[in-house]
């Protein structure tokens, strides 16, 4: 006797309503029509008129170019080396090209970085306000929220640097720090997140000592404390 085993018929799965649309193509400069509004409140008109091509440039490559490298480029992450084959420490970071275009694009293309401390990025002659920089970072996280960490990094370290740093620093550190060149930017990090306070910087424990000069004559700080992260491992300050 052969026994016979009946299957209901598998229904088609039903569409939710909490995912997000297939985002691949779009620009989000012209899609997001709140967003445009908003810059007409924040920007002065001949600001904006300046800058439209730009977000518009940047909103179609969150929705093409950077969304394809972003995808890439989660599928290839860094990689840690923190020894030769010899054995010897080198401690060095290994990052794929689809990376490393992206960054072409953060801080050579819209020089994000840089926007709101020097004239002549974004080939406007002045210092763009602090709501130009959040615009092209809210049309750039689209594709790519990750590389903000790091673009984030070096322009709050360059703005304590020009805020609160000797003449001698700035003079030494900003024009590296704000450069476009990918040859000559010194990137910056920030050691934030501790065990006892986590991303509350209020409740940070760290504290920083003065320790001498250098060879350049340029002051040097130690800091004593339990940091948990760094913001942008390899960056040079």
Known sequence: MTATVESAPVSAPQPVGHLANEAQGINFWRHDRAFRDLMTRYLAPEVLTHLQPYFDRLGALAGGRLDELARLAD??????????KFGRDEDWIEYHLSYREMETVAYQEFGMHAVTHRAGVLDWPDRLPPSVKFALQYLFGQAEFGLLCPVSGS???????GRFGSTALQRYLLPRML??????????AQFMTEKAGGSDVGAIETTAEPVGRNALGLEEWKLFGDKWFCSHTDARW
């Open 179 to 188: 450069s476009q060149d990918p040859a000559a930017l010194w990137k910056g």
């Open 155 to 161: 322009d709050t370290s360059a703005y304590i640097i």
């Open 75 to 84: 599928r290839n992450p860094p990689i840690l080396h923190p020894r030769d």
